[in-house]
């Protein structure tokens, strides 16, 4: 006997137990979510060969850039496998014709112990990838081409460059900032510069985008005041062009003037600037 929309209406002593069983075929629909989450991976996956990321201008942020591609191509590998098993069973699986009842087993050991193991294998390779990169960023072996000591303070920088690390004595050039000017940190191609950090006052952050690193300037750091802490990074250019550096941790009022003008340049020019710095710096000291 069958009943309103085609329902079949059990007698009395029918095997299905009083279950209603819906006949005619099932209404196929396609997920909602499904086209905008396979638009917004595409759309991921085509934005850019650096993956949101700055274009890097330096050794040690080219190594960053490869760590991150990395990272974002298996978070995107294991996002399109997670949506396309739940395509698959949201389609496989969907109300139709059967009226068994599923696998009632409680346990799948040898599935559990892969979805264990392959993500602490995905973990530890991330871990052994980032480990040295993270040493490069921290490494300052041998001597250094250029060396700046970097002050900042409420709100502005000072840029000393010195002969040799042990940054003592008078700087042989030294750039300032002010409300109405800009200071411009010039640096050579392809030489590796180390920056001293220092801070005057609170704590303040070194930071150009298209490093892809930042350091804080943490006050007594170059002292004893602060022991234990490594205000000392270092950089090799690799490109010319001028970039925007900023204070990026909050040090007050006017912290969001707090910038500086990077230009990275060849040779020749910087020979030529670094003569006219140091010229015009021992006049200002006399």
Same mark, same amino acid.
């Given at each position: 006997?069958r009943? &309103?929309?085609?329902? *079949? ?5 029918? *095997?299905?137990g009083g ?10 629909r396609?997920?909602? $979510?499904l ?16 993956l ?6 330096t050794?040690?942020g ?5 760590? $991150? ?9 294991i ?5 396309g ?13 059967r009226?068994?009842?599923?696998s ?16 602490? =294998? ?6 052994g990838?980032?480990?040295?990169? %993270? ?18 303070? %409420? &709100? ?10 042990s ?14 000017? =800009?200071?411009?940190?010039?640096l050579? =191609? ?7 950090? !220092?801070?005057?006052? =609170?704590?303040?952050?070194?930071w !150009? ?15 004893d005041?602060?022991p ?8 090799e ?16 009022? %006017? ?8 230009r ?5 020019? $910087?020979?030529? $600037?670094?003569s006219?710095?140091?010229d ?7």
């Amino acid at each position: 006997m069958r009943g &309103w929309a085609g329902r *079949r209406i059990p007698r009395r002593g029918d *095997r299905t137990g009083g279950i209603q069983i819906v006949t005619g075929e099932p209404h196929e629909r396609r997920p909602r $979510w499904l086209v905008p989450s396979l638009s917004a991976l595409t759309a991921v996956v085509i934005s850019g060969c650096d993956l949101g990321l700055p274009s890097p201008i330096t050794r040690e942020g080219e190594n960053v850039t490869r760590l $991150w591609s990395v990272f974002t191509i298996l978070a995107l590998a294991i996002v399109a496998l997670i949506i396309g098993l739940i395509v698959v069973v949201v389609i496989r699986y969907r109300r139709g014709h059967r009226d068994d009842i599923p696998s009632q087993r409680q346990y799948n050991f040898p599935l559990e112990i892969t979805y264990t193991v392959i993500p602490l =294998v995905i973990v530890g390779v991330l871990f052994g990838l980032t480990i040295p990169v %993270q040493e490069n960023l921290g490494s300052k072996e041998g001597a250094a081409d250029v060396y700046v000591e970097v002050v900042g303070f %409420q &709100w502005q920088w000072q840029f000393r460059y010195f002969e040799d690390e042990s940054y003592e004595g008078d700087p042989r050039i030294v750039v300032s900032g002010s409300p109405e000017q =800009v200071p411009v940190l010039v640096l050579p =191609v392809d030489a590796t510069v180390r920056f001293r950090l !220092v801070a005057q006052d =609170v704590i303040h952050s070194f930071w !150009v985008p298209e490093f892809l690193e930042k350091r804080d300037l943490i006050p007594g750091a170059e002292t004893d005041v602060s022991p234990g802490i490594d205000n000392v990074v270092e950089v090799e250019t690799t490109e010319t062009g001028e970039w925007t550096g900023r204070c990026a941790e909050y040090c007050g009022l %006017q912290h969001a003037y707090m910038d500086f003008e990077l230009r990275v340049v060849d040779e020749a020019e $910087w020979q030529s $600037w670094s003569s006219e710095a140091a010229d015009a710096t021992g006049e200002e000291g006399t």
